[in-house]
């Protein structure tokens, strides 16, 4: 059977917080502004620019309000905070951003080893965090993390992915992520949760948060197209990396995604030659390379490339 | 909309020819030998063996005979050997091989850069091994080079393509392999194409031969799924390389296909935990890392892996 896809897609830019907060070298503020100007404009319309984290924890991410306090004004981005706590929240409130990503784990082993709760006391947590967020006039989008497997604890029960998405739409978030942040969903999983996610949301978004660890991330896309999903998180060349599988690649490529999207036809606003320079300049940076193939591709400039 | 997929995936593994190839570092005959018995043992039915090139051309296929003449001997499994002319053909019925992968591009200047010959001289060519082939008692799969696209000449008309694939079927060959040698298919374009030669084809089985340059393999194929392609060409560990993409990865990963159908409930009879100790030898062999993702997943033992 043909398959159907959207005329376009929205793209939420992770690299400057999953990206970034994998790797040790500290990248400076100045940097961090000057790739957050390149990536809006590269095209991007939201990008998620911090994670207002103890300092301690990732230090990468110390400088997040002063991240936030200079951001370019640029009517129709969103840039975004990802928080896991009511103090997250309001620091991201103070610095000056109007959106906030708050995530939790659908794993309970996950919840207890990454954020120290079980998932009952995750989700008392995320109730308090939508409220004050919402003191705060803050819009908010719920991070669902291991939706689609868990490596401490395998499979988890869609019911209970279902049942969470639910009780935050009810609790009156703005949008939904899901998060597979193990890269351990196929396309049939993506397929089976996204449709009853977007039954669920009904007029409010649901964003897909891809890692490619098993090599899955663009067929995984392909298979949430086809059931309506339209809004996908990536980070520039690849980059992130899951803690719990070293030498594994991180989020699906902006570039990636980007570039197979405009060759079907599915419009994105984002220039995959800008984007690519990004990546290399940060790869320069770093001393390495990022796992994602279209930044690589696009520096060439004896060969055709085919859009 | 929710996609259907076949059940049953037959999977040739071409790790052997189009991986090797592309290294410099010479394989003994005798490793060679262990890995095709290795990758049979894990369960691989159609495996690649050897080019029957020029060994001056591509030194590491120089053993081409040799490999075919000390061939484990295992029912059900089905070894191949790539041609480009006549004389490969003879080389590989006399080296014991019943069946041939002939190989012809559909673009004109790749055609002639590769072969020497224009399209329409490749052609009669073409026709001329597909006579010998049938002399010898071969079977034969017609290998259509640069069907999704070409370096030098940028998009492949794809009525072009089908006229060609259309004249090798009235010529008798046995299936029809589509390439897309330089990553360039999307998933639209693989199911234009591949919808209109499974009509072509009839019976007759059309394989897929992608190449993960632009990231998009595993896409493509979940795209060529859903229109009743039920062969793929893969690679162990991901090997493999296009000459005109320097550090551009190679063909679609065996452990990475096999792992997302199983996972998907579609069965292929390979076991991806032993094809991956493969791949894992091989880079310990040559000291570098190939680009798939499950055999470097498959390695850790302190994580769920979940089928």
């Given at each position: 059977?043909?398959?159907?896809?959207?005329?376009d897609?929205?793209?939420?830019?992770q690299?400057?917080?999953?990206?970034?907060?994998?790797?040790?070298?500290?990248?400076?503020?100045?940097?961090k502004?000057?790739?957050?100007?390149?990536?809006?404009?590269?095209?991007?319309?939201?990008?998620?620019?911090?994670?207002?984290?103890?300092?301690?924890?990732?230090?990468?991410m110390?400088?997040?309000?002063?991240v936030?306090?200079?951001?370019?004004?640029v009517?129709g981005?969103?840039?975004s905070?990802?928080?896991?706590?009511?103090?997250?929240?309001?620091?991201?409130?103070?610095?000056?951003?109007?959106?906030?990503?708050?995530?939790?784990?659908?794993s309970?082993?996950?919840?207890?080893?990454?954020?120290?709760?079980?998932?009952?006391?995750?989700?008392?947590?995320?109730?308090?965090?939508v409220?004050?967020?919402?003191?705060?006039?803050?819009?908010?989008?719920?991070?669902?993390?291991?939706?689609?497997?868990?490596?401490?604890?395998?499979?988890?029960?869609?019911?209970?992915?279902?049942?969470?998405?639910?009780?935050?739409?009810?609790?009156?978030?703005?949008?939904?992520?899901?998060?597979?942040?193990?890269?351990?969903?196929?396309?049939r999983?993506?397929?089976?949760?996204?449709?009853?996610?977007?039954?669920?949301?009904?007029?409010r978004?649901?964003?897909?948060?891809?890692?490619d660890?098993?090599?899955?991330?663009?067929?995984?896309?392909?298979?949430?197209?086809?059931?309506?999903?339209?809004?996908?998180d990536?980070?520039?060349?690849?980059?992130?990396?899951?803690?719990?599988?070293?030498?594994?690649?991180?989020?699906?490529s902006t570039?990636?995604?980007?570039?197979?999207?405009?060759?079907?036809?599915?419009?994105?606003?984002?220039?995959?030659?800008?984007?690519?320079?990004?990546?290399?300049?940060?790869?320069?940076?770093?001393?390495?390379?990022?796992?994602?193939?279209?930044?690589?591709?696009?520096?060439r400039?004896?060969?055709?490339?085919?859009?």
């Amino acid at each position: 059977m043909m398959m159907t896809y959207p005329k376009d897609v929205v793209v939420e830019e992770q690299g400057l917080r999953d990206g970034l907060q994998s790797e040790k070298t500290i990248v400076p503020t100045e940097k961090k502004l000057e790739l957050i100007k390149a990536v809006v404009e590269a095209g991007v319309k939201r990008v998620q620019v911090a994670s207002f984290v103890h300092p301690k924890l990732i230090p990468q991410m110390a400088d997040a309000e002063e991240v936030c306090k200079r951001l370019p004004q640029v009517n129709g981005v969103l840039f975004s905070g990802f928080v896991l706590n009511t103090k997250g929240i309001e620091r991201a409130a103070k610095a000056g951003l109007t959106h906030v990503a708050a995530s939790i784990s659908a794993s309970d082993t996950h919840s207890r080893k990454n954020a120290n709760a079980s998932r009952e006391e995750a989700e008392k947590r995320f109730a308090e965090m939508v409220k004050v967020g919402k003191e705060h006039g803050l819009t908010i989008r719920s991070g669902l993390q291991c939706v689609f497997g868990c490596r401490f604890e395998g499979k988890i029960d869609s019911k209970v992915v279902l049942d969470m998405v639910k009780k935050q739409l009810d609790l009156g978030i703005d949008e939904v992520a899901l998060a597979d942040s193990t890269g351990m969903a196929n396309p049939r999983s993506i397929q089976e949760i996204s449709t009853k996610a977007v039954e669920l949301a009904g007029d409010r978004h649901v964003f897909l948060h891809l890692h490619d660890t098993e090599g899955k991330g663009l067929a995984n896309v392909l298979a949430a197209l086809a059931v309506g999903i339209t809004h996908f998180d990536t980070a520039f060349g690849g980059m992130g990396g899951c803690p719990f599988i070293k030498g594994a690649s991180g989020n699906i490529s902006t570039e990636d995604l980007v570039f197979m999207l405009r060759q079907m036809g599915i419009e994105t606003g984002i220039d995959v030659g800008r984007l690519s320079a990004v990546s290399r300049s940060l790869e320069d940076f770093f001393g390495k390379r990022f796992s994602g193939k279209m930044h690589r591709v696009m520096e060439r400039d004896d060969i055709k490339i085919v859009y």
